[in-house]
Nanobody, 121 residues
């Protein structure tokens, strides 16, 4: 079994900062790409940022220059540092991890439970 545990969401004023964390645990053999998605009320889930095993990052245009994704492979954890937050960043944020379990030959995607981020104007 694999679990993804997210933390760090909350309520913040516009212009403020939050740092999200997502720790993967369980029978993990290897982790490939890690990512953050978000879903605002009434909208489709969208990709926010990705980071590869080699550390290459990619961001949605709407967060470029404000958000930073990083990872700590020793802790099987991915982070999302969010600065200069705007009301339109309000959403449930989900981590997504592409990993291979012990005794498995295939990689599969796993999702966190989601954490609410609310930015007030």
């Amino acid at each position: 079994q694999v679990q993804l545990m997210e933390s760090g969401g909350g309520l913040v004023q516009a212009g403020g900062s939050l740092r999200l964390s997502c720790a993967a645990s369980g029978a993990i053999f290897s982790i490939n790409t890690m990512a953050w998605y978000r879903q605002a009320r009434g909208k489709q889930r969208e990709l926010v940022a990705t980071i590869t095993k080699g550390g290459n990052t990619n961001y949605a245009d709407s967060v470029t220059g404000r958000f930073t994704i990083s990872r700590d492979d020793a802790k099987n954890t991915v982070y999302l540092q969010m600065n200069s937050l705007k009301p339109e960043d309000t959403a449930v944020y989900y981590c997504n991890v592409l990993l291979r379990q012990i005794f498995s030959s295939d990689y599969a995607n796993y999702w966190g439970q989601g954490t609410q981020v609310t930015v007030s104007s």
